[in-house]
């Protein structure tokens, strides 16, 4: 059974930093892509970013610049840096690695920039 646990959200003034972390528990974390999303109040779910298992990235306009996804595949973890946070990020953010089978989706965390 494959699981994803994120963690590193909290509450951060304008202008700070994060970093999220999204830890899985399956081997099959090296072969698929893992990608970020974020779904603030009243809004729907959006993607924020994404790797490819070679290592290709993407990432949503209004993030390009601020943020960064990356892996550690030693540790089965992805990670979402994000810097210069402004109110307007202020969402629940998930972690979701995509297979050819089926999408797994982490229990999300809570990131609140205040102005």
């Known amino acids: 059974q494959v699981q994803l646990v994120e963690s590193g959200g909290g509450l951060v003034q304008a202008g700070g930093s994060l970093r999220l972390s999204c830890a899985c528990s399956?081997?099959?974390?090296?072969?698929?892509?893992m990608r970020w999303y974020r779904q603030a109040p009243g809004k729907q779910r959006e993607l924020v970013a994404a790797?490819?298992?070679?290592?290709?990235?993407n990432y949503a306009d209004s993030v390009k610049g601020r943020f960064t996804i990356s892996v550690d595949n030693a540790k089965n973890t992805a990670y979402l840096q994000m810097n210069n946070l402004s109110p307007e990020d202020t969402a629940v953010y998930y972690c979701?690695?995509?297979?050819?089978?089926?999408?797994?989706w982490g229990q999300g965390t809570q990131v609140t920039v205040s102005s």
């Open positions: 979701n690695l995509l297979t050819p089978a089926r999408a797994y």
């Open positions: 399956g081997s099959i974390f090296m072969l698929n892509f």
């Open positions: 790797i490819s298992s070679g290592g290709s990235t």
